[in-house]
């Protein structure tokens, strides 16, 4: 039987991508699967195509920048399973371009997402998990939260705190009943990279560059597998794992080749 069976599982970003692929992933398991997401529409129809699967998903309209809001959905979540057993921390959205490029709001909004998502949903729901003594809370970090990643440098800055982040809460909730953990994907295909604005790029180029990716669901299983283990940090794809192990043994060289790979990115560059 799944460990996941019956336990009460909060996603964000759960309307589409790696959100959605875990919230169908943990149905199938018998979890009980909320999903909460700012776009409603995408909530719906991401619950009625689970529902034709024969799966049942609970939806919510969350927008992760509102503490209050968070709080509320884990005061209900609580006041109507008893507990929350998982927390996964995943809604994200990412601005590429050049810093010389960036406005303050470019910066602004995309740590406002991914990173004061992340501590709303740690200060909403880790004195509960703390007060159950038990609960595991997993935060979306990405293969640029281990590696510099020139090009999508407000992104690189979110994702980097969530890691320092996840290892520092993770030391701290040990004695206390709580699990923390960290998940590093590489290039998964989502609809992340429609959704983004590039700034000052030809994105179709910009795009081409990139490394062929997995799927949502192929990286869902990685994740859950790696939660299963009560891992630190869970790297997503072959290309995570050896960049991060290269970072480790050389950043100097890992910067080097971020150089490299930037100047042949820049050949897709346009005038903002």
Not at 185 to 193: A, L, N, R, V
């Amino acid at each position: 039987m799944s460990i996941f069976n019956n336990k009460v599982v909060i996603i964000t970003g759960g309307a589409s991508g790696i959100g959605k692929a875990l919230g169908r992933e943990l149905a199938r398991q018998n979890a009980i699967v909320i999903l909460a997401d700012w776009n409603r529409k995408m909530l719906e129809h991401t619950a009625s195509e689970m529902g034709k699967e024969g799966l049942k998903v609970k939806v919510r309209e969350l927008d992760v920048r509102d503490l209050e809001k968070f709080k509320a959905l884990v005061s209900e979540t609580v006041t109507g399973h008893g507990r929350i057993d998982y927390l996964f921390n995943n809604a994200g959205i990412g601005v590429g371009g050049e810093a010389r490029d960036y406005s303050y709001e470019d910066w602004k909004q995309v740590i406002d997402v991914n990173l004061y998502g992340v501590v709303n949903g740690v200060a909403a729901t880790y004195p509960v998990m703390v007060k159950q003594g038990f609960g595991h809370i997993i935060n979306t970090s990405s293969l640029a939260g281990l590696v510099p990643f020139p090009g999508e440098i407000s992104y690189t800055t979110s994702k980097y705190a969530i890691v320092g982040l996840s290892h520092t809460l993770r030391i701290e909730g040990a004695d206390l009943g709580v699990k923390v953990s960290v998940v590093c994907p590489g290039k998964i295909e989502t609809p992340i990279y429609q959704t983004s604005r590039i700034i000052g790029f030809d994105k179709e180029k910009a795009l081409a560059m990139w490394p062929k990716g997995i799927t949502a669901e192929e990286c869902a299983k990685v994740i859950l597998r790696g939660v299963v283990k009560n891992k630190a940090t869970i790297p997503v794809t072959g290309l995570t794992k050896a960049m991060w192990a290269l970072d480790r043994i050389s950043p100097n060289l890992m910067i080097w080749l971020g150089k490299i790979y930037f100047k042949k990115m820049r050949t897709a560059r346009i005038e903002p």
